[in-house]
């Protein structure tokens, strides 16, 4: 299997910047993890937030256990500023796979012609 096919599918299918690293670019893999990391860690924790504040309510018999109840409030829950940093967060995970899964693919391919060159 080719370099860039390797990349491209650890970057796509693995973590973002999982490429980069396997092709020993080592500052843009790193940087993609990182801000990968720190969307996926925000994503997580503002879910399990969410998560515990319903049980508290659900616990504490302020609210009843009720499907239509709870999905009121995780809907309310994801509004103004906190929305927002959801978004943005989702938004760079996303960005960060896209350039991942791209550039590891164009670098695999110019190191595989270079490869190829050589041996030729």
């Not at 109840?69 to 960060?96: H, P, R, Y």
């Amino acid at each position: 299997m080719k370099k860039s096919t390797k990349a491209f599918l650890l970057s796509a299918f693995v973590f973002p910047g999982a490429g980069h690293l396997y092709l020993k670019s080592y500052i843009l893999g790193f940087a993609l993890i990182g801000v990968s990391l720190v969307g996926v860690y925000y994503l997580i924790t503002t879910s399990v937030e969410s998560a515990l504040e319903i049980a508290e309510k659900i616990q504490s018999g302020e609210i009843q256990l009720d499907d239509a109840t709870i999905t009121e409030l995780v809907s309310k829950q994801t509004s103004g500023t906190k929305s927002q940093l959801i978004n943005i967060a989702t938004l760079a995970i996303f960005i960060c796979w896209v350039i991942g899964v791209i550039d590891s693919y164009r670098v695999g391919r110019i190191r595989d012609k270079n490869k190829q060159a050589l041996v030729e």
